[in-house]
């Protein structure tokens, strides 16, 4: 109920007499009960506009690091301007847990808006160290985008011969071709079709390698099924496989005369892979160039366990477990023969991946 505004000012005027007369105070409980009724709810009322004031205050401090303009911006690293001395760090209203190490912190990295000073520095120099690579072959799943792609990079320019696996290796290829400095390293890429749901084509994708490369010296599992996507979610990425879409030179970069899963079959391997309450998808939403967005009110993470579809528990363990089991024991021959004394297996894991915390 609206209150005018010269109701308001009769009862001001009344308050302050009341004010003034301690006696009536003392005389009525009920006055007294409103009165008390009224202060808790404006210091309610503040407080909340407190809190909202300092988690907008915040926002805009984590903002302001450089990995959030990348991912807002849809940036590259490189062709983010960073200054040559940080400004000095924004002080958090409310302490935030670091992403790595779980401890509390305040105050805010330039360039890290998750994690606490001391990962976030540890991070930052990592993120500049490079290893000389020359001569070494390296097998990477899931590369197309994100941190398989960022992953494939950084082993291209330190001078690796990557073979990627991707289910949409036109789009994957599409990707790197536009890097500005491909020109140095695209002889030393290999972009193979592989769905890891299809452990026949896995199967044959291992003899393949064993038939036609002499050594593998390092092996990264980063393909991961987390969230399973609608049909509406790869509309686009078909599109963009289908033949004379990839321009000539481009096109090099995708394996020749080698057993792939096309994109189309990707698709249609496991069709029920979602509830069909969750399956409409938003349009004309992108993040990371081509990776469409998925801002669903509901998905996988957010199902009970009576809700997630057979199908879907499978592709989980197809993708996350088999598949890397298959290709770590049937490519041990290939590792073993690799002249250099350090070779390595890395199977890259989040916390999406442990089922105690859904």
């Known amino acids: 109920m609206e209150i005018s505004a010269d109701e308001m000012e009769t009862c001001l005027r009344v308050l302050q007499r009341v004010a003034d007369s301690r006696g009536s105070i003392r005389r009525s409980d009920h006055f007294n009960a ?9 210091k ?3 407080l909340r506009a407190e809190r909202q004031r300092q988690w907008t205050e915040d926002r805009a401090a984590q903002a302001e690091t450089a990995m959030v303009r990348i991912q807002r911006d849809a940036l590259s690293a490189g062709a983010l301007a960073l200054p040559p001395v ?3 760090p924004r002080i958090l209203n409310r302490a935030e847990t670091c992403y790595i190490c779980k401890e509390d912190y305040s105050e805010v990295h330039f360039f890290y808006h998750l994690l606490c000073p001391k990962c976030a520095e540890i991070n930052f120099t990592m993120r500049h160290l490079s290893a000389d690579l020359r001569g070494r072959t390296a097998l990477i799943t899931g590369g197309r985008v994100k ?6 990079l950084r082993l291209l320019r330190d001078g690796a011969k990557v073979i990627l696996t991707t289910r949409f290796p036109n789009a994957a290829a599409r990707r790197f071709f536009a890097e500005s400095d491909s020109g140095v390293w695209r002889d030393r890429l290999q972009v193979y079709g592989l769905d890891l749901r299809n452990l026949p084509s896995v199967e044959q994708f291992v003899q393949h390698l064993l038939h036609t490369e002499p050594a593998i010296d390092i092996v990264i599992h980063n393909a991961a099924q987390t969230i399973a996507r609608p049909p509406g979610f790869y509309t686009e990425l078909l599109a963009g496989e289908e033949p004379g879409t990839l321009g000539i030179e481009a096109s090099r970069l995708v394996a020749q005369n080698a057993p792939v899963t096309t ?16 399956d409409v998808l938003p349009a004309n939403k992108w993040e990371d ?21 057979a199908p879907e528990m499978l592709e989980v363990q197809l993708v996350n477990s088999v598949a890397p089991f298959l290709l770590n024991s049937r490519l041990k021959p290939l590792l073993m023969r690799s ?5 390595f297996i890395v199977n890259v894991s989040a916390m999406e991946g442990q089922f105690s915390r859904h």
């Open 44 to 46: 309610k009322f503040d």
């Open 263 to 278: 994109a189309a079959d990707s698709i249609s391997l496991l069709p029920a892979m979602a509830s069909p309450a969750i």
């Open 147 to 152: 941190i398989g792609y960022q992953a494939v």
């Open 289 to 309: 160039n081509e990776e469409r967005a998925d801002s669903r009110t509901t998905n996988s993470w957010l199902l009970r366990l009576d809700e997630v579809s």
């Open 34 to 42: 409103l009165i008390a009724k009224v202060y808790r709810q404006s």
């Open 86 to 88: 940080p400004a000095p």
């Open 339 to 343: 002249p250099f004394a350090r070779r």
